[in-house]
């Protein structure tokens, strides 16, 4: 897991006080915008299909009619970039909403199904997690079987344990809180402490944990698919068509750069508003 | 390049012996003299794929063929341009009727293990064979009508069909009837067939220490003395050792090869072969591999396929002359029968021409056969049910097998590429026929690589691959009378025959004719492609850098 290093200067800095959002935010947010409308409306942005082949057209160099060249099929490579974002992002934000619930109901048990109970479950989580996120998803595909919905399963799977001691810290810290002792106290049925009190008071820091790992889902989604685990041909997924591409590399490096630029600018964008949102919720920016 | 070049290894072929012999009575590390050219004394090679099973009686896979051709030797040899000529047996004699092969064998032929060849070691390696334990998956069916082996001698055995059965002398020659030494056949299939390390035969070269998915090395095998008149070289191998090494990914075995960390390197795609040309130190062998070119096989039991509309309508739809152009960039020539032009004497040339992509064809074939609705997607559907053509995949799809799936989308066809690495699975599939179309390719330098796809007997049980399930009473007929028929010319015109049939009743769609390229350092010399275009390494060897 990623741990939050903050220097302690940075708060007396004018520029982490500032109410309004810096330009790397803004110009990430922006992406994101983007990316959110490729996702959902592709044909707004290119109007082809990403899967038409035109041989007679393969290999072309980005020019006027294709912005990002053509690949070996002849298919636009601009179009397949564009439509890709949708298999891209949701990859990575179903595997992490999906990672958010194991771990949810993980934590939770973990921390209020008492000590022996606590430590299986918290073992099994630091026995996974000294696997990284990308080779325990790879063990997972293998049960899952690869494609879209296989990939997503494991990438959701090798984040899990991470998240799961994340909320059992969180619950722990509520359960001990004075409302829900006061709660204790008052005869409320322990289920209803749980979903009224200690299930709210977790999800919170959660979700800004959730928005910073999706970079790194994003990434492990289409890692997998590069490995041909994850998305198959003739999914433009990005992942896959780095793989599609590298053969093509010294004699059509388009194919392959543009769906990689497009990976990192991903990735480095949901990180930098993911930071600002858990920054904020931190309350280290005054707003 | 300067001329010189070529003109190298014919020079080289002729003072070679002498080198050879020099570097030999130096090899005790006294270092070698100032005039006389070092060669380095191994050769290291990347190949595109790595066997399942390295026992070759087992395996169907071209790869096990040719990785183990430099240990297996065979009774026959099939020289580069598809003649026979002796190899184990010094000579062979078939009865007046066609259905006895009597084979006389040297005798001072010694396997690796130290064990003579003699006529019980050549039966033990026939009855291996046909054993239906050892579930051969090629090398029983390439025996065809066998009826049994009798030792008649001690160097000479007696080899039975139950009718004449001409093709049998080429396949004698391949490594699938390599002859192995007969206490190794005993050691069971784990060693033979999985770990590979229990090969023991006559070859050139011994197998050596093999590491799964890394490299496997071959010894010189410095007894040899009983290699073909026509190898191009007699002795012991020039090199010491042979290093094979599984590198499956295309640009990373180029990288090998450019960055000089392997010698020669099979499998060059088109894409890539400007870059090896290109390369003052490299050079390109090049040759069609003989036998079934890359061919859609359509499965002519399959719901979908059994329609023969249906599959005329797959034949058609395919723009093959501009799919073919465009991915393997104009290097490869379309195929047009099933057949490779390279097989020796069987080629049918008229087909050439006769079945030109036609969409309009196939789109009128469709609507007659039902699949007049269309799905969002724009595919063709029959009672809401899509047109999905399902293709079981071994590995990663091809290029080209995409570029044919974005094609056929335009007709409305869905061509599903079912890609698994896992090898059971798609060998379950196919033998279970869960499929409407295979595509591959199979080298053999023999026409009768047809029987092996449509006689109606080639069912996987019987080690055949009948992937398109012909059993047509007709096809049967032809393909015995061209197995039977003595006169080349009659058997080439029954082969002509079963070929034309193929393309009539839409059971293959041919595609293109699959080329092997070897790239190889200019340090290499003597490198040649043997009949099945696959490299030659017993007369090669390597300048020291």
Known sequence: MTTEQVDPASRQRPRFSRPLPGPAVLLSAALLALLLVAAVHPALLAAGSPTDTDPLQALQAPDAAHLFGTDQLGRDVFTRVVHGARYSLSIGAAATAAGLVIALVWGLVAALSGRFGDAVLMRAADALLALPALLLALLVVLITGKGVSGATIAVAVGIAPGFARVVRAQAMVVRRSGYVESAIGLGVRRPLIVLRHVLPNTVGPLLVLGTITLGASISTGAALSYLGLGAQPPTPEWGAMLTEGQGFLHQAWWIALFPGLMLVCTVVAVTVVGRHAQARSEGRYAS | MPPSRAALPAVLLLVLPLVTAACGSEGSGSGTGAAKPRTATTLTHAVEQEPDCWDPHVS?????????????????????????????????????????????????????????????????????????????????????????????????????????????????????????????????????????????????????????????????????????????????????????????????????????????????????????????????????????????????????????????????????????????????PRAWSVLSPTTPASYDPTLEGTWPPDPALAAKLLDEAGWTGRDAEGYRTKDGKRLTVVAPIYGKPSTFSQAVQGDLKKSGIYLQLAASTDAIEVGSRLDEGRYDVVELSWARGDGDILSHFFFSDQTSKNSGHNFAQVADPEMDQWLTAAQTAQDPAERAANYAKAQRWAIDQAAVVPTYIDTQNVGFSTRVHDLRLGISAHPEFYAAWVEAP
């Open chain 2, 60 to 332: 169907a896979q071209d790869v096990t063929s040719f990785l183990q051709r430099p240990v297996y030797d065979s009774l026959v040899y099939q020289t580069p341009d598809g003649s026979l000529e002796p190899w184990l047996a010094t000579r062979w004699q078939v009865s007046p009727d066609g259905k006895e092969y009597t084979f006389t064998l040297r005798e001072d032929v010694v396997f690796h293990d130290g064990s003579k060849l003699d006529a019980a070691a050549v039966k033990a390696n026939f009855d291996h064979i046909t054993d239906p334990k050892t579930n051969s998956q090629y090398a029983a069916g390439l025996l065809g009508p066998y009826k049994g082996i009798k030792v008649s001698g001690p160097y000479e055995v007696k080899i039975e069909f139950e009718r004449p059965y001409v093709p049998f002398l080429q396949a004698a020659s391949t490594t699938a009837l390599g002859i192995a030494a007969p206490a190794s056949l005993a050691a069971g299939s784990d060693k033979l067939c999985a770990a590979g390390d229990g090969s023991v035969g006559s070859g050139p070269f011994k197998s050596g220490p093999y590491v799964r998915g890394q490299e496997r090395t071959y010894l010189k095998n410095p007894a040899y003395a009983w290699a073909p008149k026509s190898a191009g070289h007699a002795g012991p191998p020039r090199l010491d050792s042979l290093k094979v090494r599984f590198i499956t990914e295309d640009a990373t075995r180029i990288g090998a090869l450019t960055s000089g960390q392997v010698d020669t390197a099979s499998a060059i795609p088109a894409n890539q072969l400007t870059l090896v040309k290109d390369n003052p130190k490299l050079e390109v062998l090049d040759k069609q591999v003989p036998g079934a070119v890359n061919t859609f096989y359509l499965n002519t039991k399959s719901p979908l396929f059994s329609d023969r509309r249906v599959r005329q309508a797959f034949q058609r739809a395919i723009d093959i002359d501009t799919i073919v152009k465009s991915v393997f960039q104009g290097l490869y």
